[in-house]
């Protein structure tokens, strides 16, 4: 779980989440879902994220950011 993390930790601070070690789970689960990608399939869900990335990350940011607050 969360291997990606140490890749996109910018991004997270962006769109203004911390990562805790009580919290990760749900940030993962967030960035699934955002991706659009079933739980646990890490690899896959590496390879969405690249692409966003790569594609927009403003709007990458904003949707992790969206999720994240609607989540609090």
């Avoid at 291997?3 to 997270?12: A, D, M, P």
């Avoid at 590496?46 to 594609?55: D, E, G, I, N, T």
Wanted: hydrophobic share 40%; net charge positive.
């Amino acid at each position: 779980m969360t291997g990606y993390f140490r890749h996109i930790g910018e991004v997270l601070k962006k769109a203004g989440i911390q990562v805790t070690p009580e919290n990760r789970r749900e940030i993962d689960k967030i960035i699934h879902e955002v991706v659009g990608v079933e739980y646990k399939n890490c690899p896959a869900t590496w390879r969405a994220v690249k692409s966003r990335l790569a594609q927009d990350e403003a709007c990458f940011v904003s949707a992790l950011k969206a999720a994240w607050i609607s989540r609090r």
